[in-house]
């Protein structure tokens, strides 16, 4: 496995991340492909098998019961808390990214992981209701009380996270060290402002949506998994650009075979050459882990990353929370990425 830091901290996080919206139980009103915790269990020991050592979850992925599953598996493998790096987030709950929320979130968020901190914070959104200014000192005063050890941001205008880091700046708060964007080769719409301006600021890039919902693991566009077959969110995000998209995994089940390995290869390879660094990819089998690491094998070439690049076009914004009046765009139902 390779490794980087998590922005400028002295945290040490794989180049794969391991999404967990994945784990948990299963709601009417959340994903219905969720797995169980011995499932879970089994994708989180073969994922430390191969070194990887960075988890991401949410407060509101299955109503809590993902970080729960997480934490349990962790506990059950009797592994360090020091070898595992976990993330989670804050935003989607009663009072958004007030401070009154972001006390009372993180403490939910301990119990059901059962640990005593958090390696990485994120916030899931940006906030209109409330002011930076609270958001950020009530964030660093998580850090401060050892609670969190290094902040992150999640899908969000560059202009907002670039106030926030200013508005941390200033006031001599902690900064923001991780930007998890919706990226993939079918929506690259974030290479215009916010990846740029995450990398000026030294934040670690860990984009979700690596292989867009499954997309980007076959040559068809739908899929025979309970997840193609009732994931709304990611009908919402993808389906209005189908041709377009086509186009690009077209050349993507090319490449794949030219080099002689999945398209999920060629796609996270990509992402690499891109100058990501770490990718987030659910897996709701062992077997997956070993697909997704794998992918660290493939390498290509300037004229690869071109000839993948060259058709894309412009799509409409896809993740970050509407301004106050406008419709929220795409992938922004409740508690969903």
């Not at 901290?9 to 492909?33: E, N, Y």
């Not at 994708?43 to 992925?61: C, M, P, Q, S, W």
């Not at 059962?114 to 994120?122: H, I, N, P, V």
Request: contains cysteine; charged residues 25%; negative net charge.
């Amino acid at each position: 496995m390779q490794y980087t830091n998590l922005g400028n901290t002295d945290i040490q996080i794989s180049k794969l991340c391991i999404g967990c919206m994945g784990f948990g139980r299963v709601f009417p009103d959340f994903h219905a492909w969720v797995v169980d915790q011995p499932t879970t269990q089994e994708v989180v020991k073969r994922a430390l098998e191969l070194g990887i050592n960075f988890f991401d979850t949410a407060n509101t992925y299955s109503k809590g019961t993902s970080e729960e599953f997480l934490g349990e598996s962790i506990r059950n493998l009797a592994i360090r808390r020091e070898d595992v790096v976990i993330g989670s987030k804050v935003y989607f709950n009663p009072g958004g990214l007030s401070r009154d929320a972001i006390n009372r979130e993180i403490e939910g968020t301990l119990k059901r992981l059962g640990t005593d901190y958090l390696d990485l914070y994120l916030i899931h959104r940006f906030d209109y209701d409330h002011p930076i200014e609270e958001t950020m000192e009530a964030l660093h005063g998580l850090v401060k009380a050892g609670k969190v050890r290094a902040l992150g941001a999640s899908e969000m205008y560059a202009y907002q996270l670039h106030n926030m880091q200013i508005c941390a700046e200033q006031n001599g708060w902690t900064k923001f060290s991780v930007l998890q964007a919706h990226y993939n080769l079918i929506y690259r719409e974030d290479e215009r402002e916010l990846l740029p301006l995450a990398k000026q600021y030294g934040m670690t890039i860990t984009p979700y949506s690596s292989l867009a919902a499954g997309h980007l693991t076959r040559p068809t566009w739908e899929g025979n998994t309970k997840r193609a077959e009732t994931d709304k969110v990611a009908r919402d995000k993808y389906d209005a650009y189908k041709e377009n998209n086509m186009q690009i995994i077209a050349r993507l089940s090319e490449i794949a075979d030219n080099h002689g390995v999945p398209m999920a290869d060629i796609a996270l390879a990509w992402q690499w050459a891109k100058g990501i660094d770490s990718p987030i990819v659910g897996c709701t089998k062992a077997s997956r882990v070993d697909d997704v690491a794998r992918a660290l094998n493939t390498v290509l070439t300037a004229e690869e990353v071109a000839y993948l690049d060259e058709p894309y076009k412009a799509h409409e914004l896809v993740g970050p929370a509407g301004r106050p009046g406008e419709k929220a765009p795409a992938g922004m139902m409740k508690g969903l990425k």
